[in-house]
Antibody, heavy 123, light 110 residues
């Protein structure tokens, strides 16, 4: 049974870097069938796709966040990570990691979600 | 910047039928947008309901169905129940490895 679990600091100072890790268990991250993605949800607002990564390291980003976001993968640890630089209060959100299907006739949907982790940007 | 549109709110009576839609600010939604639908209750992670337009995820009741209606994707709930009261989000694949979520629809069952 696949599980994805977010971890990282719950509080980040403005202008600093937000760093989160998603640990994958129950399946290998090194599979051609999936992307591994990050989605966030500011308090009281909707879901926003941040970006995703393929196990080879290929990445795709939301154009509105691309200049500040980096997603990376560590296949040896079965983990992938998110960094957002120069954060402001607008980056405060629940951050979810998820597995996204990338092959086959049914694809591009978010199949498995983590429980989410709240990150607050505040001094 | 691609914008995905959803009704902000909708209301349905218990036992009734409701159709939520998911459109594009410019252009039409088609099966190659691979529309998917997610249900979210407060404090919980989203739950995958429908993918690839009309395929129900495992364990999703058959009162939930997906389709393309005109130039939009649609989620229909037939025989709404009290515990269907949730936020519903659609997501579309817009090419180049990128996806976009709609703003969500808050469904009230009363």
């Amino acid at each position: 049974q696949l599980q994805v679990q977010e971890s990282g600091p719950g509080l980040v100072r403005p202008s600093e870097t937000l760093s989160l890790t998603c640990t994958v268990s129950g399946a290998s991250i090194s599979t051609s069938s999936y992307f591994w993605g990050w989605i966030r949800q500011p308090p009281g607002k909707g879901l926003e796709w941040i970006g995703n990564i393929y196990y080879s390291g290929s990445t795709y980003y939301n154009p509105s966040l691309k200049s500040r976001v980096t997603i990376s993968v560590d296949t040896s640890k079965n983990q992938f990570s998110l960094e957002v630089v120069s954060v402001t209060a607008a980056d405060s959100a629940v951050y979810y990691c998820a597995r996204q299907v990338r092959t086959g006739s049914s694809k591009y949907y978010f199949e498995s979600w983590g429980q989410g982790t709240l990150v607050t940007v505040s001094s | 910047q691609t914008v995905v549109t959803q009704e902000p709110s909708f209301s349905v009576s218990p036992g009734g039928t409701v159709t939520l839609t998911c459109g594009l600010s410019s252009g039409s939604v088609s099966t190659t947008s691979y529309p998917s639908w997610y249900q979210q209750t407060p404090g919980q992670a989203p739950r995958t309901l429908i993918y690839s337009t009309n395929t129900r995820s495992s364990g999703v009741p058959d009162r939930f169905s997906g389709s393309i209606l005109g130039n939009k994707a649609a989620l229909t709930i037939t025989g709404a129940q009290a515990d269907d009261e949730s936020d519903y989000y659609c997501a579309l694949y817009v090419g180049g490895g990128t996806s976009v979520f709609g703003g969500g629809t808050k469904l009230t069952v009363l």
